[in-house]
């Protein structure tokens, strides 16, 4: 009997050792089906992910194509720039009304000033010194100041306003002395 009690003993332990190996097997099985579960999650998020740039980017190339083709027909539209033509006289009128303006601003603002001359000079042992109080009103003519712009003939206004859009960079042409191209009338 002890070899029957034996091969009962070896065949519980067989199945115990069997039950062990499937509950471990069942383990590792719940495992890899979880961690692939988890792989395919991931790979859905990055292939969502990819998909939502390549989304993106078609979208900025087709809006960069129609921004390309409305540059295109905008440079097809604009042949050269056009600037407003300003009338001599016009142009005239506002160079001596803003020289005169710079002349009656700087006028009152120097008129009834003084200035005050302190100087002090030493030579050897000796000092000398100067002071005084000078009035501008008494060594300037503001009145032929101020009536001197206005004496300013048109020829003289026509030099000083040539060439001023090209050299100021204005976006405007004064007929008759800023044409471009076209025959100067002084």
């Known amino acids: 009997m002890n070899s029957v009690q034996e091969s009962k003993n070896?065949?519980?332990?067989?199945?115990?050792?069997?039950?062990?190996?499937?509950?471990?097997?069942?383990?590792?099985?719940?495992?890899?089906?979880?961690?692939?579960?988890?792989?395919?999650k991931e790979y859905q998020e990055r292939t969502g992910r990819e998909?939502?740039?390549?989304?993106?980017?078609?979208?900025?190339?087709a809006e960069l194509e129609q921004t390309k083709s409305l540059e295109d027909q905008l440079k097809g539209q604009v042949l050269t720039p056009t600037m407003p033509v300003i009338p001599r006289d016009v142009a005239i009128a506002i160079f001596r009304e803003g020289v005169q303006s710079g002349v009656r601003d700087a006028v009152a603002e120097l008129e009834g000033q003084s200035i005050n001359i302190d100087e002090s000079e030493y030579?050897?042992?000796?000092?000398?010194?100067f002071e005084r109080e000078i009035s501008l009103d008494?060594?300037?003519d503001f009145d032929w100041m101020r009536d001197k712009v206005g004496q300013y003939n048109e020829e003289f206004?026509?030099?000083?306003?040539?060439?001023?859009?090209?050299k100021s960079g204005f976006e405007c042409r004064i007929h008759g002395i800023d044409d471009q191209g076209e025959k100067k009338n002084d």
Do not use: H, P, W
């Open 51 to 61: 998909e939502a740039l390549q989304r993106e980017v078609a979208e900025l190339k």
């Open 123 to 129: 030579c050897g042992d000796f000092s000398v010194t």
């Open 138 to 140: 008494e060594y300037m």
């Open 10 to 40: 070896e065949l519980e332990a067989a199945i115990r050792y069997a039950e062990n190996a499937i509950s471990a097997a069942q383990s590792t099985i719940e495992s890899m089906q979880f961690r692939q579960d988890m792989a395919k």
């Open 157 to 166: 206004v026509a030099d000083a306003l040539k060439g001023l859009c090209d």
